[in-house]
C-alpha cells in the first residue's frame, strides 16, 4: 500500500488485527447490503467474544447469523432479530446478550459516534423499555432521553463501488447503516462489487469519502434475498 | 359485519391526503396501498431508506439491492429517493412524514400503544417502530378490536411493554373507527351492521359515544 490506496486482495489481510472481544459495527439492512465475505472471514478466524452492532443478525446459515454457528457473539446490539432460531435459542440459554435499540436510535448512535459526538437526546423509547435508566431532559415540554453513541473496533460495510482511495458509492437500498457504519470504525473495511480508479467516480456523487475507509477489498457476493415479492 | 382486513385498510385510506409523506407498516398498513384514493398522491416512505416505494417487481426486475423495510422486493416510484438510516430516521424523527400507519397489540386512552413485545413469548425487536410512533405528526393504528378470545385491545391502561406514549390519534379497528383524545377513546364511526352495543361491549377503556354513529362509508 502507498499514499492512498486502500486496497487489500485477500480476506486474511482485509480482517488483519481483529482479535477477541472486539466490537464490530457491521452494515446492511437484513440480507440487503451486507459484507458476505468479510463475515466468511471472521467465522474462518474464530474471533470469540465478540459485540455486533448491526440492524439484524443474519439468518440462520447466512450473513451475521453464521457466526452463531460457534458461538463467536457475546452481544448483540439490533433493533430486530426476528428471522434467526438459532439467535432465539442462545438468547433463551443466555449464551448471547442483546440490546434491543430502536432503528432509528441505532443509526444515530453510529453517526453519532463516526462525528465524534458522545450521546444526543430522542423522544424515541421515552416511556418504554429502552428508556430504563437512562436521563431524561424536557425540552418545550416534551421528555426525551440520553442515548450514548457508538463506536468500534472494526466497521464491516458492503458498496457497490470505491475508488482506489476509499471513496464509496452504494447501490440503490443496499446503502442503509453502510455509510454510518464507515464512519464509526476505528478500522473500517469495506467489501464492494467493483473497484475503479481514483477519478473514475465523480466527486460530488460519493456517498462516503474515503477519509472514513482504511481497506478496500473485491468481493464476490451471493446476494440472497429474504423475500421475493413480485407483481403479476 | 366486522370488517375484513381489506376493508380495515380502505377505511384508512380514506384518511389519505394529496400530497402525505405516508410510512405504512407491516400487515394491514402494508394494503392500504392498494387504496389510495383516485385524484390524490401521496408518497410512500419506507425506513430502510427509500422515498417513493413503487409496487412489487415484475420477476424479471427483481433486484436484491431494491427492498422495503419488510425486505421484501420493491420497484422505486417516478421521483423517489434513496438514502441512508440515519437521513431515513431524521425525517422520522424529525416531524417530516405527515402520517404513519401501523398494527398493535394494545392500545390505551391515553393513547399509549404497545406492539413490539410479548415477555417470554415474542422477542423480536422493535425495529423503526419507537420512531415512528414518537416522530409522526399522525399516527393511525390499525388492529382487531378484540383478541380471538373476545378481550378487548382498547384498554384503560396498556398491559404490554409500550412502544410509545400520548402518541396514538386514530384507531381503526375491524368494528370501529376512534379518535383518542383526553384520556378516552371517542366512537366515531362503526362498521356497517355493527351495533354501538358491540363496539361498547368490547372496549374495556373509556369509551365516549356522542350522538348517533354513522356507518363507515365505501365508495368503489
Given at each position: 500500500?502507498?499514499?492512498?490506496?486502500?486496497?487489500?486482495?485477500?480476506?486474511?489481510?482485509?480482517?488483519?488485527?481483529?482479535?477477541?472481544?472486539?466490537?464490530?459495527?457491521?452494515?446492511?439492512?437484513?440480507?440487503?447490503?451486507?459484507?458476505?465475505?468479510?463475515?466468511?472471514?471472521?467465522?474462518?478466524?474464530?474471533?470469540?467474544?465478540?459485540?455486533?452492532?448491526?440492524?439484524?443478525?443474519?439468518?440462520?446459515?447466512?450473513?451475521?447469523?453464521?457466526?452463531?454457528?460457534?458461538?463467536?457473539?457475546?452481544?448483540?446490539?439490533?433493533?430486530?432479530?426476528?428471522?434467526?432460531?438459532?439467535?432465539?435459542?442462545?438468547?433463551?440459554?443466555?449464551?448471547?446478550?442483546?440490546?434491543?435499540?430502536?432503528?432509528?436510535?441505532?443509526?444515530?448512535?453510529?453517526?453519532?459516534?463516526?462525528?465524534?459526538?458522545?450521546?444526543?437526546?430522542?423522544?424515541?423509547?421515552?416511556?418504554?423499555?429502552?428508556?430504563?435508566?437512562?436521563?431524561?431532559?424536557?425540552?418545550?415540554?416534551?421528555?426525551?432521553?440520553?442515548?450514548?453513541?457508538?463506536?468500534?473496533?472494526?466497521?464491516?460495510?458492503?458498496?457497490?463501488?470505491?475508488?482506489?482511495?476509499?471513496?464509496?458509492?452504494?447501490?440503490?437500498?443496499?446503502?442503509?447503516?453502510?455509510?454510518?457504519?464507515?464512519t464509526a470504525g476505528k478500522m473500517t473495511v469495506v467489501e464492494v462489487e467493483e473497484i475503479v480508479e481514483p477519478g473514475e467516480l465523480q466527486p460530488s456523487e460519493i456517498h462516503t469519502p474515503g477519509i472514513y475507509v482504511n481497506r478496500v477489498i473485491k468481493g464476490?457476493?451471493?446476494?440472497?434475498?429474504?423475500?421475493?415479492?413480485?407483481?403479476? | 359485519?366486522?370488517?375484513?382486513?381489506?376493508?380495515?385498510?380502505?377505511?384508512?385510506?380514506?384518511?389519505?391526503?394529496?400530497?402525505?409523506?405516508?410510512?405504512?407498516?407491516?400487515?394491514?398498513?402494508?394494503?392500504?396501498?392498494?387504496?389510495?384514493?383516485?385524484?390524490?398522491?401521496?408518497?410512500?416512505?419506507?425506513?430502510?431508506?427509500?422515498?417513493?416505494?413503487?409496487?412489487?417487481?415484475?420477476?424479471?426486475?427483481?433486484?436484491?439491492?431494491?427492498?422495503?423495510?419488510?425486505?421484501?422486493?420493491?420497484?422505486?416510484?417516478?421521483?423517489?429517493?434513496?438514502?441512508?438510516?440515519?437521513?431515513?430516521?431524521?425525517?422520522?424523527?424529525?416531524?417530516?412524514?405527515?402520517?404513519?400507519?401501523?398494527?398493535?397489540?394494545?392500545?390505551?386512552?391515553?393513547?399509549?400503544?404497545?406492539?413490539?413485545?410479548?415477555?417470554?413469548?415474542?422477542?423480536?425487536?422493535?425495529?423503526?417502530?419507537?420512531?415512528?410512533?414518537?416522530?409522526?405528526?399522525?399516527?393511525?393504528?390499525?388492529?382487531?378490536?378484540?383478541?380471538?378470545?373476545?378481550?378487548?385491545?382498547?384498554?384503560?391502561?396498556?398491559?404490554?411493554?409500550?412502544?410509545?406514549?400520548?402518541?396514538?390519534?386514530?384507531?381503526?379497528?375491524?368494528?370501529?373507527?376512534?379518535?383518542?383524545?383526553?384520556?378516552?377513546?371517542?366512537?366515531?364511526?362503526?362498521?356497517?351492521?355493527?351495533?354501538?352495543?358491540?363496539?361498547?361491549?368490547?372496549?374495556?377503556?373509556?369509551?365516549?359515544?356522542?350522538?348517533?354513529?354513522?356507518?363507515?362509508?365505501?365508495?368503489?
Open positions: 500500500m502507498a499514499g492512498f490506496d486502500k486496497v487489500v486482495t485477500s480476506y486474511a489481510e482485509a480482517m488483519e488485527g481483529i482479535k477477541d472481544g472486539d466490537t464490530i459495527i457491521a452494515g446492511g439492512f437484513g440480507l440487503c447490503g451486507i459484507p458476505e465475505g468479510l463475515i466468511n472471514e471472521i467465522k474462518r478466524k474464530q474471533t470469540k467474544e465478540l459485540t455486533v452492532v448491526s440492524n439484524n443478525c443474519g439468518v440462520d446459515d447466512f450473513g451475521l447469523g453464521i457466526l452463531l454457528h460457534d458461538r463467536q457473539i457475546k452481544k448483540i446490539v439490533a433493533s430486530y432479530v426476528g428471522e434467526n432460531a438459532l439467535f432465539e435459542q442462545q438468547l433463551l440459554d443466555g449464551i448471547i446478550d442483546v440490546e434491543l435499540t430502536p432503528q432509528g436510535t441505532l443509526a444515530e448512535k453510529m453517526r453519532a459516534g463516526g462525528a465524534g459526538i458522545p450521546g444526543f437526546y430522542t423522544a424515541t423509547g421515552y416511556g418504554t423499555p429502552v428508556a430504563e435508566g437512562k436521563e431524561v431532559k424536557e425540552f418545550n415540554g416534551r421528555p426525551y432521553i440520553l442515548e450514548e453513541s457508538i463506536t468500534g473496533e472494526f466497521a464491516i460495510i458492503k458498496a457497490w463501488k470505491a475508488d482506489r482511495y476509499g471513496n464509496l458509492v452504494f447501490r440503490h437500498t443496499a446503502m442503509n447503516f453502510n455509510p454510518m457504519a464507515a464476490n457476493f451471493e446476494k440472497r434475498i429474504e423475500r421475493v415479492t413480485t407483481s403479476k | 359485519m366486522a370488517l375484513s382486513r381489506e376493508q380495515v385498510a380502505m377505511r384508512v385510506a380514506q384518511e389519505l391526503k394529496d400530497g402525505y409523506y405516508v410510512n405504512l407498516g407491516i400487515g394491514i398498513p402494508t394494503l392500504v396501498a392498494n387504496f389510495v384514493p383516485a385524484g390524490i398522491e401521496v408518497m410512500l416512505q419506507s425506513e430502510n431508506g427509500l422515498l417513493g416505494m413503487g409496487p412489487y417487481p415484475n420477476e424479471d426486475q427483481v433486484d436484491a439491492d431494491m427492498i422495503n423495510a419488510g425486505k421484501e422486493t420493491v420497484t422505486a416510484a417516478t421521483g423517489a429517493a434513496i438514502f441512508n438510516s440515519a437521513e431515513s430516521f431524521a425525517m422520522i424523527r424529525g416531524g417530516h412524514v405527515d402520517l404513519t400507519v401501523l398494527g398493535a397489540f394494545e392500545v390505551d386512552q391515553q393513547g399509549n400503544i404497545a406492539s413490539w413485545m410479548i415477555p417470554k413469548k415474542l422477542i423480536k425487536g422493535m425495529g423503526g417502530a419507537m420512531d415512528l410512533v414518537a416522530g409522526a405528526q399522525n399516527i393511525i393504528v390499525t388492529m382487531t378490536h378484540a383478541s380471538k378470545h373476545g378481550d378487548s385491545k382498547l384498554l384503560e391502561a396498556c398491559t404490554l411493554p409500550l412502544t410509545g406514549v400520548n402518541c396514538v390519534k386514530k384507531i381503526v379497528t375491524d368494528l370501529a373507527v376512534l379518535e383518542v383524545k383526553d384520556g378516552a377513546f371517542y366512537l366515531l364511526e362503526r362498521a356497517p351492521n355493527v351495533s354501538v352495543d358491540e363496539i361498547i361491549s368490547k372496549t374495556a377503556g373509556k369509551l365516549i359515544v356522542e350522538g348517533d354513529i354513522p356507518e363507515m362509508q365505501f365508495t368503489d
